[in-house]
């Protein structure tokens, strides 16, 4: 039978031939289970850290108040200035041909200027706007090639000044404009290559001086009949031409 004191001279030997050959390293010895303690720690500190990423993804906090101000949008990586506030003092302008979405601009609603959307080539809606309930001064909308509808401001009731809608060639409505109350003085519309009805402008009552509505190819010239029949504050100055020609049954009254 081995003795004691000789299993302790084997266990020591093959100790010793373990870190020798690089198996363990005496602190491993030392520590014993401590080593597995210190990777579950590890473990849970990547866990907490994932967890706390995760929660950056939440929805966007409008505390910020109002942007005093002038503010463009050429990039996406601008919005970032910009969320969390909820009006903006001067002109807004977003002109921006690689931007995808305008959903930083979830809080906003008011523009105290105007707001300028120009040339967005790879914007596809407005819908990052759909707080935005006014306009101060112009809303101006042109040279957008891939919006079909202005669904994005179905919020927005009123335009301080002018209203501007033009040259954008794949808008087939205007229903995103169903708030809109009143545009304080005139009112534009043309060169919208596939704009076929003026639903959109069914909340519409007040133009305040002139009303142009042109070179919008398949759009029905009694769809701007109807609309001045619906005006309860009229322009005092009307332009309505090279629209689709077609026959109003019965005439609207204001059919020009």
């Given at each position: 039978?081995?003795?004691?004191?000789?299993?302790?001279?084997?266990?020591?030997l093959a100790i010793a031939a373990a870190i020798?050959?690089?198996?363990?390293?005496?602190?491993?010895?030392?520590?014993?289970?401590?080593?597995?303690?210190?990777?579950?720690?590890?473990?849970?500190?990547?866990?907490?850290?994932?967890?706390?990423?995760?929660?950056?993804?939440?929805?966007?906090?409008?505390?910020?108040?109002?942007?005093?101000?002038?503010?463009?949008?050429?990039?996406?990586?601008?919005?970032?200035?910009?969320?969390?506030?909820?009006?903006?003092?001067?002109?807004?302008?977003?002109?921006?041909?690689?931007?995808?979405?305008?959903?930083?601009?979830?809080?906003?609603?008011?523009?105290?200027?105007?707001?300028?959307?120009?040339?967005?080539?790879?914007?596809?809606?407005?819908?990052?706007?759909?707080?935005?309930?006014?306009?101060?001064?112009?809303?101006?909308?042109?040279?957008?090639?891939?919006?079909?509808?202005?669904?994005?401001?179905?919020?927005?009731?009123?335009?301080?000044?002018?209203?501007?809608?033009?040259?954008?060639?794949?808008?087939?409505?205007?229903?995103?404009?169903?708030?809109?109350?009143?545009?304080?003085?005139?009112?534009?519309?043309?060169?919208?290559?596939?704009?076929?009805?003026?639903?959109?402008?069914?909340?519409?009552?007040?133009?305040?001086?002139?009303?142009?509505?042109?070179?919008?190819?398949?759009?029905?010239?009694?769809?701007?009949?109807?609309?001045?029949?619906?005006?309860?504050?009229?322009?005092?100055?009307?332009?309505?031409?090279?629209?689709?020609?077609?026959?109003?049954?019965?005439?609207?009254?204001?059919?020009?």
């Amino acid at each position: 039978m081995i003795g004691i004191r000789n299993l302790l001279l084997i266990l020591t030997l093959a100790i010793a031939a373990a870190i020798s050959a690089g198996c363990w390293s005496m602190q491993e010895i030392l520590m014993g289970n401590d080593a597995g303690a210190d990777t579950d720690t590890d473990s849970d500190m990547d866990t907490d850290s994932d967890t706390d990423t995760d929660s950056d993804t939440g929805p966007i906090e409008c505390t910020l108040g109002e942007y005093i101000g002038n503010f463009e949008i050429h990039t996406q990586s601008d919005l970032s200035t910009i969320v969390g506030y909820s009006s903006i003092s001067g002109n807004l302008k977003i002109n921006c041909a690689s931007c995808a979405d305008l959903n930083e601009l979830g809080c906003l609603t008011a523009v105290g200027e105007d707001l300028k959307i120009h040339y967005n080539d790879a914007l596809a809606n407005l819908d990052g706007l759909s707080s935005l309930i006014s306009v101060g001064d112009d809303l101006s909308i042109h040279n957008n090639d891939t919006f079909t509808s202005l669904d994005g401001l179905s919020a927005l009731t009123s335009v301080g000044q002018d209203l501007w809608i033009n040259f954008n060639d794949a808008l087939t409505n205007l229903d995103g404009l169903s708030a809109l109350t009143s545009v304080h003085r005139t009112a534009i519309i043309a060169f919208n290559n596939s704009l076929n009805n003026l639903d959109g402008l069914s909340s519409l009552n007040s133009v305040g001086e002139s009303l142009a509505i042109e070179s919008n190819d398949i759009l029905p010239e009694c769809e701007v009949c109807d609309l001045l029949d619906q005006l309860a504050s009229g322009p005092t100055t009307i332009d309505v031409h090279d629209n689709l020609d077609d026959s109003c049954t019965p005439v609207p009254g204001n059919c020009p």
